[in-house]
C-alpha cells in the first residue's frame, strides 16, 4: 500500500491531525498557566521562583516570578500555538481534492508571515527575559526565517499553480 502525498487519506491528512494535536497541545498548556494563576494555584518559593504543580503528577513547573518572564513564556505559547495552528490549516488544504486554492496561498502566506515574525520576536523575548541581547541560540530564529523564505516561494509557485488551473478549466 502506498501512502498518497496529496488528497484524502495520504500523508497530508495525517500531518493534520497531527500538526492540530501540537496546537491543542501548546493551547491547553498555555490555559493551564493562565487558570493556575488567575486561581493562585501556584507557590512563589523565598528566592522569588513560581512553582506550579502539574495535576495527577508530583511534576511541576518551575520560573522566574516576574512581569518579563509572564509575557516571555505567554508570546512563545501564543505564537507557537498560532504557528502549528496555520501549519496544520496547510496540510489541510493539501488534503482536499483541489491541491491549487486560493485558500492555500492564504494560508500560505499567513505562514510566511508568521515565521519571518518568528526571529523577531524571538529576539525581543530573549532581550525582555534576560536583560540583553543574546546570540548563544540563534538556531531557531534563523530556521524560522529559513522557513519563511522558502513559504514565500512556495505561496507564489502556488499562485502561478493556481492561475494556470483557472486558465486550464476555462479552456475546457
Known amino acids: 500500500m502506498e501512502l498518497k502525498m496529496f488528497g484524502k487519506k495520504s500523508l497530508s491528512t495525517v500531518l493534520f491531525y497531527s500538526t492540530r494535536l501540537i496546537m491543542m497541545g501548546y493551547g491547553a498548556f498555555l490555559l493551564f498557566l493562565i487558570v493556575s494563576l488567575v486561581s493562585n494555584n501556584f ?6 521562583e513560581l512553582q506550579i504543580y502539574i495535576p495527577f503528577t508530583t511534576s511541576m513547573i518551575k520560573g522566574g516570578y516576574n512581569t518579563i518572564t ?3 513564556v505567554f508570546c512563545f505559547l501564543i505564537l507557537y500555538s498560532a504557528f502549528f495552528l496555520v501549519l496544520s490549516l496547510i496540510f489541510k488544504t493539501f488534503s482536499a481534492e483541489k491541491l491549487f486554492t486560493e485558500e492555500a496561498i492564504k494560508y500560505l502566506r499567513w505562514f510566511t ?5 518568528l526571529p523577531i520576536a524571538y ?4 532581550i525582555l527575559i534576560s536583560n540583553k541581547i543574546v546570540f548563544n541560540d540563534i538556531t531557531p530564529g534563523l ?14 509557485i502556488f499562485k502561478l499553480g493556481f492561475t494556470l488551473q483557472e486558465e486550464n478549466e476555462l479552456t475546457i
Do not use: C, K, R, W
Not at 508571515?113 to 515574525?117: A, C, Q
Open 43 to 48: 507557590i512563589i518559593t523565598e528566592s522569588d
Open 70 to 72: 509572564f509575557i516571555g
Open 113 to 117: 508571515i508568521l515565521n519571518l515574525i
Open 123 to 126: 529576539v525581543i523575548i530573549g
Open 143 to 156: 530556521l524560522h526565517l529559513g522557513l519563511g523564505i522558502f513559504a514565500a516561494f512556495i505561496a507564489t
